[in-house]
């Protein structure tokens, strides 16, 4: 069974840019999350769709972020216009819908490296 | 939230066992430990969960005492693979519907010949 995947796994724009970075999940998993980790920090939690709906956006850092994931299948994260400080690796992880009697397993993807010089 | 607090390094020589604890006072009734593994250049990967007691599988064993406010990642006979950084967390999520998972700093293992 195919993990999760990212792209691309690399990229490199300058300030003031658009950058779209792309998530699959693993198929049949309804929970979509995005993290990131910033030089130096730790990885914090940005956004949770279940399906296509935003359950939790608590952790987007500012409205330059957009986060959609049309027919709850892949979801895509957009940095318009990307600043210095977004510079970091974006995880990707998955999960299936909990039955309800223990917080579930995400999987992860390998990152997105941006860098915006 | 609970917060977790780890070491942020630890020295092993291959065939040693590692322990890693953890500590997370503020654990809630409801949290589950989750310890996950990092290597450079991948995403984090579950190693294991426990509620209470001990939890062992084919990769670890964690060790949970009767108060929750701590836990240990025990690594049977490390290997040089096993050189990563180790999160514990303790769950935020609703029961039903997952949640965000809460990273501190982590352990970076490093596993020496």
């Known amino acids: 069974e195919a993990g999760v995947t990212q792209f691309p796994s690399h990229s490199v724009i300058e300030k003031g840019q658009t950058v779209t970075l792309r998530c699959d999940p693993i198929?049949?998993?309804?929970?979509l999350y995005w993290y990131r980790r910033v030089m130096g920090k730790e990885i914090k939690f940005l956004l949770h769709?279940?399906?296509?709906?935003?359950?939790?956006e608590s952790g987007m850092p500012n409205n330059r972020f957009l986060a959609e994931r049309t027919g709850g299948t892949y979801s895509t994260l957009k940095v318009q216009p990307a600043e210095l400080e977004d510079s970091g690796v974006y995880f990707c992880?998955?999960?299936?819908?909990?039955?309800?009697?223990?917080?579930?397993?995400?999987?992860f993807g390998p990152g997105t490296r941006l860098l915006v010089l | 939230l609970a917060k977790t607090t780890q070491p942020i390094s630890m020295d092993s020589y291959e065939g040693q066992e590692v322990n890693i604890t953890c500590s997370h006072n503020?654990?809630?009734?409801?949290?589950?430990i989750t310890w996950y593994q990092q290597f450079p250049s991948q995403g984090p990967r579950f190693i294991i969960q426990?509620?209470?007691t001990k939890v062992t599988n084919e990769v670890a064993s964690l060790f949970i005492p009767a108060d929750r406010k701590s836990s240990t990642l025990s690594l049977p006979r490390v290997s040089l693979s096993d050189t990563a950084v180790y999160y514990c967390?303790?769950?935020?999520?609703?029961?039903?519907?997952?949640?965000?998972?809460?990273f501190g700093q982590g352990t970076e293992l490093s596993v020496k010949p």
């Open positions: 992880a998955s999960s299936q819908f909990s039955t309800g009697e223990r917080q579930e397993t995400q999987y």
């Open positions: 198929s049949g998993h309804d929970n």
């Open positions: 769709f279940v399906k296509e709906s935003k359950q939790d």
């Open positions: 503020n654990i809630a009734t409801n949290d589950y």
């Open positions: 426990g509620y209470k």
């Open positions: 967390l303790v769950g935020d999520a609703p029961y039903n519907q997952g949640g965000k998972l809460i």
